[in-house]
């Protein structure tokens, strides 16, 4: 499945920080807290006070002792090595080296040391190169989690546990469209270990991060549950927990826990304008986590399913252009061939209300739903067309390792203007390679509708308003049959490169 959004973060002068560390204690403060069996809190209030009204009453506030006590000897240190030829332009970070040029540069090129320069300045010849993060013994015999970005390129792995023991590691598999790890230290069946939470916490539940910020050793900040679902722009799989724990670069990998010890999440990033925490930070969810490590533990590889057709979300004008009540959903805007959704006889322009009875809010709840499912599965697709409720069966493929792109070229730029768009088309088949089909677009005003919505000279129009278009003419044919029903905007199908995606574009003077 191929989700055409730009996921980019949008927060100017902002960025996405991928972790490796924690910073100190988060001041506890001034919510009582009923202490259950154990000494382990319960989460409800009971009073708010302050911490002079509490010393008068000859009481003290409840802190998280009991469980940093119980959970700390589960985790690690991780710490990896790489020798790779320093022409292969390896940029360095605290939790492990990355390509440049991968998804996550970004994020790891603010963290840079001054001892790897980038680019040209960098040293020939092979280097070792090292980094450190965070993880969490899930099984006594060794197994632990901690993040891909962590262990990635890694030619070896160490481990250092709470009680300064130094252990070689192996990596079992990794996951990068989640950015997990699953790593194992062999010899041993007596390592303290801990569990995942068989719930999904609440929204203002209290969660205690344990991890290795800056190299310092194990280290605990406590905070809250900030908001769930959180879509960071990492991957199509973005499902991250937000929290405000202080959480700081040396802590990705490290685990999250609820107030009874159970991990409810991998700190993975945070959203900062320095590399410090501001209290803005993003876990993996433990069932996210379980399901991803299972499959690693299992087969060194984690399969997803696919239905292989590119989707993009129903926008409000998009809605208005299909006569949709809400925007919600998951807009078809291309099968791609021989995909089991093409077999199935799902079409382009068709929206995928719900999976197996299951209502889908957008783009990316499809892409999540999907992939989580196992190869070979059947499941039904609730599809909106032209008005009319359709229910698909469609048997799940295999997502491929990789997804081709290609841009084509155009080499005729004259044609044909379209003022209220503020378009100039050609004919595809008067193009060269164009492709054949379609009007393509050979000049934008900079100033039009077409370019506020992102068209750009050489796509190609495939359809107008539902209609098959492949002359300048027959657009504007389409268009004066759209302002007549009395639409405000008009849906095209636009092929861009060998991507294809709705567009949905106020009308003019049509």
């Known amino acids: 499945m191929t989700d055409n959004n730009d996921r980019a973060?949008?927060?100017?002068?902002?960025?996405?920080?991928?972790?490796?560390?924690?910073?100190?204690v988060a001041a506890l403060g001034i919510t009582v807290l009923a202490a259950g069996p154990g000494g382990y809190l319960q989460g409800t209030p009971q009073a708010i006070v302050t911490p002079a009204y509490a010393a008068a009453a000859g009481e003290k506030p409840v802190g998280f002792a009991d469980i940093v006590e119980k959970?700390?000897?589960a985790v690690i240190s991780v710490r990896v090595r790489i020798d790779q030829d320093a022409n292969q332009h390896l940029t360095r970070n605290d939790e492990g080296p990355s390509r440049r040029g991968s998804p996550f540069d970004r994020f790891f090129r603010q963290f840079g040391m001054p001892d790897m320069p980038d680019g040209s300045d960098m040293p020939r010849g092979r280097q070792m190169i090292t980094g450190e993060g965070s993880g969490f013994f899930i099984?006594?015999?060794?197994?632990?989690?901690t993040n891909n970005h962590v262990v990635d390129h890694a030619s070896s792995v160490q481990v250092t546990t709470n009680?300064?023991?130094i252990h070689t590691a192996k990596v079992i598999g990794t996951d990068p469209k989640t950015d997990l790890a699953l790593i194992k230290v062999d010899g041993r069946n007596d390592f303290p270990f801990v569990k995942f939470a068989d719930g999904n916490p609440r929204i203002g539940d209290w969660v205690v991060a344990v991890g290795n910020p800056f190299g310092l050793g194990g280290t605990v900040t406590a905070g809250i549950v900030s908001a769930r679902g959180r879509d960071i722009g990492a991957g199509p799989y973005d499902d991250f927990l937000q929290i405000d724990a202080p959480v700081n670069k040396g802590n990705s990998g490290g685990p999250s826990f609820d107030v009874n010890g159970n991990v409810i999440g991998v700190n993975t990033a945070i959203f900062s304008p320095s590399g410090g925490s501001v209290g803005i930070a993003f876990a993996i969810p433990a069932d996210t986590v379980k399901t991803v490590v299972a499959e690693l533990k299992d087969k060194g590889v984690v399969t997803r399913?696919?239905?292989g057709v590119q989707i993009q979300p129903v926008t409000p004008d998009i809605a208005d252009s299909l006569g949709l009540k809400k925007a919600e959903g998951a807009l078809v805007a291309e099968p791609q061939g021989g995909s089991p959704a093409a077999k199935a006889g799902i079409a382009a322009g068709d929206v995928i209300t719900?999976?197996?009875?299951?209502?889908?809010?957008?783009?990316?709840?499809l892409a999540r739903r999907i992939g989580a499912m196992a190869p070979g599965t059947s499941v039904n697709?609730?599809?909106?067309?032209?008005?009319?409720?359709?229910?698909?069966?469609?048997t799940l493929g295999d997502l491929p390792k990789q997804q081709q792109e290609a841009r084509a070229n155009?080499?005729?730029?004259?044609?044909?203007?379209?003022?209220h768009l503020g378009l100039t088309l050609a004919p595809a088949a008067a193009v060269a390679g164009a492709g054949g089909q379609g009007v393509v677009v050979t000049d934008v005003e900079p100033s039009g509708a077409a370019a506020e919505r992102g068209l750009q000279t050489g796509d190609v129009i495939l359809d107008v308003g539902g209609k098959t278009v492949s002359t300048p003419a027959e657009v504007r044919s389409a268009l004066q049959d759209v302002a007549a029903q009395g639409k405000h905007s008009v849906l095209m199908r636009v092929k861009s490169g060998d991507a294809t995606k709705f567009v949905a574009v106020p009308l003019g003077n049509a």
């Open 9 to 24: 973060p949008v927060h100017k002068g902002l960025s996405w920080r991928r972790l490796t560390l924690m910073s100190t």
């Open 71 to 73: 959970v700390t000897p």
């Open 139 to 145: 099984s006594a015999d060794g197994y632990a989690v």
């Open 163 to 165: 009680d300064s023991k």
């Open 305 to 307: 399913g696919w239905i």
């Open 354 to 365: 719900a999976v197996n009875g299951q209502e889908i809010k957008d783009a990316r709840d």
């Open 381 to 394: 697709l609730a599809v909106l067309r032209k008005g009319e409720q359709k229910t698909i069966a469609v």
């Open 410 to 419: 155009t080499d005729d730029h004259s044609g044909t203007a379209v003022p």
